[in-house]
């Protein structure tokens, strides 16, 4: 009887209803993606730093101020960082051939074992590569030929990022009041009450995130520096990055770092010991201190998280795995205040 009332409030037309919005506003994004994605980047800055303006303004920071000082670190830190990050990016495009050749000969190798001989295996390998450089891996190749360039093209695409960024922290105080204006203070409460949920939980997540983010890329750039593995700088910010992305980016970080330890010294087992570095830097990193310090976090089911990270880079690439796991959190929050009944919250929520 109770599963049939729920049916019967989540029927057909609402459904129906639900499903016809859901399209458009995928359609929508995805077709505007030029304009959505610096406005998701800069939101995302924009809730990474709230721990800093925040911790600014307990000390009698003036809003001006704050900006300026969280502004003027994040394109200081990008300036630096990004201008040692081009110069690896184009020693390693440059060499790209070099590792295509090494990479070849190693895949044949491997799979003579399984009767394929050196010619197939290269083909294999070049059929592969060649997809690559068919642009069909369009985030991965534009972001190396991107990197490749100048750095202050690199800049210049960041400048709307920059500009969302400056105006979402200038209305920051003032937001409130603009709401109560706007809707009353009864409809506003409830609108800051649910941004106040959704605000919170993604500030704690991703401030914290981005902290243990940099420790996991701190740590695995100098372990790679110390076994002097080329572009160890690259490899650690690759890990900063894609440590980001629950579940498989601690694997896709380091891989390219293993191979290229594969290359340099052509042993096995000096690749093998570089992996077990990183694999352990990874796994305390990320199953005894991020638990640690994060507790709860978000609430989200694993499988909800893969396929919202499958859904966001087939929408976006690169940038939007990075930023599925905040959508996701934010939309149930907001269906968690609009019914906490709906079946889908409680098949989103890891609870």
Known sequence: MEQDITLGKYGGQ???????????????????????????????????????????????????????LVVSFILDGLYWVGGLLQANIMEFVGQLPVFKQKLSEYAAIELNAFGITVEQGKEILDAFIGTMEGKKMEPLGSFLHAA???????????????????????????????????????????????????????????????????????????ALWLFGVQFALLWG?????????????????????????????GSPGFALLVASVLV????????YLEPKIMGRGLNLSPLVVLFALIFWGWMWGGVGMLLAVPITAAVNIALEEYDPEMPLVKMISAE
């Open 14 to 68: 609402e459904m129906a209803a639900w499903l016809v919005i859901v399209v458009l506003v995928t359609l929508i994004v995805k077709t505007l993606s030029f304009i959505f994605i610096p406005l998701s980047v800069a939101i995302l800055v924009f809730f990474a730093v709230g721990i800093p303006m925040e911790f600014l303004r307990r000390f009698g920071v003036p809003g001006w101020l704050r900006i300026l």
């Open 148 to 222: 490749g360039g100048s750095f202050f093209h690199f800049i210049g695409n960041l400048v709307w990022v920059v500009l969302f960024l400056i105006f979402m922290l200038a209305e920051r105080d003032g937001m409130e009041n603009r709401l109560q204006n706007a809707f009353g203070k009864r409809r506003a409460g409830k609108i800051i009450r649910v941004g106040g949920r959704i605000s919170q939980s993604i500030e704690e997540y991703l401030g914290l995130k981005t902290l243990i983010s940099l420790l996991a890329g701190v740590l695995s750039g100098v």
């Open 237 to 265: 910010v690759l890990a900063f990055l894609l440590n980001f992305i629950p579940n498989i980016g601690a694997l896709l970080a380091t891989v390219p770092a293993v191979i290229m330890a594969l290359f340099q010294s």
């Open 280 to 287: 352990a830097i990874h796994f305390v990193v990320g199953n």
